[in-house]
């Protein structure tokens, strides 16, 4: 007599809308609006080309997410992009999207964040700095333990830190346009080299400008990465993407607006840390007490998120048969990629022990964009292949227009970084095509099994 076979463990439907769009901007809102924005207002030279470059830069990431949310409604399953490009591209170039995730992208990601929140969290408690690395492990191990045991407690800190950090954001834009006026003493002259010139000087400046901005507004394509733990995913996750990025963009432009108020166009590019800056003007040290707090807030919820979607890449990997065949299996009482999880945790750890991660994100993080485009070059493929099976319930507006202004946009990114740091890009490059021969050794295992 046969034994009776295991039910398939799979993943549980548990997130619903507000979840869904709570990933997404705390997919996207990292350090980066804090920290970032003088890099903008430095290249373009004016407060008006400034908040031009963050409208433009928000107008490409809506025109991503509808690609991703018609992507996700199409294939809503665990893995996202890696899944997408599997079935358009095939196997090989969807692997080595995995293998950068793996390699540096999302695990460096996590190291470097982690170091991030230590570090503020180190000066706001006023102890040593010493304690900087063991608290940024010690938040990893913390986090990952939280997504091991379910994705409900997962997404319930992702909400609550998620929260705290748009309420920082909040702080920030009331307090550089309500509580005061610009302070003359706050404002510094543009270098004239920045001065906005010609028609040709404005538009070089401003396509020089949205590889920053570009970059801020990354990361709500994670969330397509848990699309089998949505709840009505075809229907709530092309909302999900639309309602976070347009929150997102909201609050950038705003937070922008309260910048160039309080800093003027002069005071935001020549300063190393604009959020400090204008809370320190309006409150004085208070508020660069309340601001570096928002940003450990802020650092620690996108830290949970990246550790919250990045295993369910790998889990969809294993199932392949193309990575390691133990994180394939899902825990059978969390229903989460636990050892997934716990893989990338120990890498990532790794990774913030060497001190080698943000000079191995430097090399590669152009080739996310590369990947960016080629998922939303995959909706092509669908549309020509789908043809006879139905419709799907959301479709992008604009089609074929909005995935092909998306894709051109990755392209001149990809293209500008590489122009901008041949010698970084040969490396990554060369990183990222460590992948191939991995990929070959594992499909021949595979076969000889």
């Known amino acids: 007599m046969t034994e009776p076979s295991q039910p398939r463990i799979t993943y549980a439907r548990r997130l619903g809308l507000f979840s869904a769009t709570m990933a997404v901007m705390g997919g996207i809102i990292g350090s980066g609006v804090f920290l970032g924005p003088q890099i903008v207002a430095a290249r373009v030279g004016s407060a008006g080309l400034t908040l031009v470059a963050w409208v433009v830069g928000g107008v490409i990431a809506l025109a991503g997410a509808f690609c991703f949310g018609e992507l996700g409604a199409r294939r809503p399953r665990a893995g996202g992009g890696y899944v997408y490009l599997r079935e358009a591209f095939g196997p090989l170039p969807a692997f080595l999207y995995g293998w950068a995730l793996l390699l540096v992208i999302a ?155 309080v800093l003027g166009a002069g005071g935001l590019a020549a300063s190393m840390a604009p959020a400090a800056d204008l809370m320190g003007g309006v409150l004085g040290p208070a508020g660069r007490r309340l601001i570096s707090a928002g940003i450990a807030l802020s650092t620690f919820g996108f830290l949970n998120l990246v550790i919250l979607v990045t295993p369910r890449v790998f889990q969809a990997m294993a199932a392949d048969g193309v990575f390691l065949p133990w994180l394939a299996r899902l825990h059978p009482v ?28 430097d090399y590669v993080v152009f080739g996310d964009w590369i990947f960016f485009g080629l998922t939303v070059a995959s909706l092509f493929i669908y549309r020509a292949r789908d043809l006879t099976r139905g419709e799907v319930g959301f479709r992008v507006p604009g089609y074929p227009w909005t995935p092909a202004l998306f894709v051109l946009a990755a392209a001149y990114v990809v293209v500008s970084s590489i122009v901008a740091n041949p010698k970084n890009a040969l490396i990554g490059t060369g990183l990222l095509a460590l992948g191939a021969p991995v990929y070959r050794v594992v499909r021949r295992n595979q076969i000889l099994a």
């Open 334 to 361: 969390y229903r989460t990629p636990a050892g997934a999880i716990a893989f990338m945790g120990a890498w990532s750890i790794v990774l913030a022990l060497s001190g080698t991660y943000a000079q191995l994100l």
């Open 107 to 261: 695990t460096g990601a996590t190291a470097a964040v982690a170091v991030t929140f230590a570090s503020y969290s180190v000066a706001l408690l006023g102890v040593s700095p010493r304690a900087t690395l063991p608290l940024a492990i010690g938040a990893i191990v913390l986090l990952c333990s939280v997504n091991y045991v379910g994705v409900k407690p997962a997404a319930v800190t992702q909400n609550v830190f998620t929260i705290l950090k748009l309420a920082a954001v909040a702080a920030l834009i009331a307090a550089g346009l309500f509580l005061t006026a610009s302070p003359a003493a706050l404002y510094r002259p543009l270098p004239p080299s920045a001065a906005p010139g010609g028609v040709a000087h404005v538009t070089v400046a401003v396509g020089a400008a949205l590889i920053p901005v570009l970059f801020a507004y990354g990361g709500w394509q994670q969330t397509n990465f848990i699309a089998e733990e949505i709840i009505e995913p075809e229907r709530n996750l092309p909302r999900a993407l639309v309602l976070g990025v347009i929150g997102v963009v909201t609050v950038y432009l705003l937070a922008n607006v309260a910048y160039l108020r």
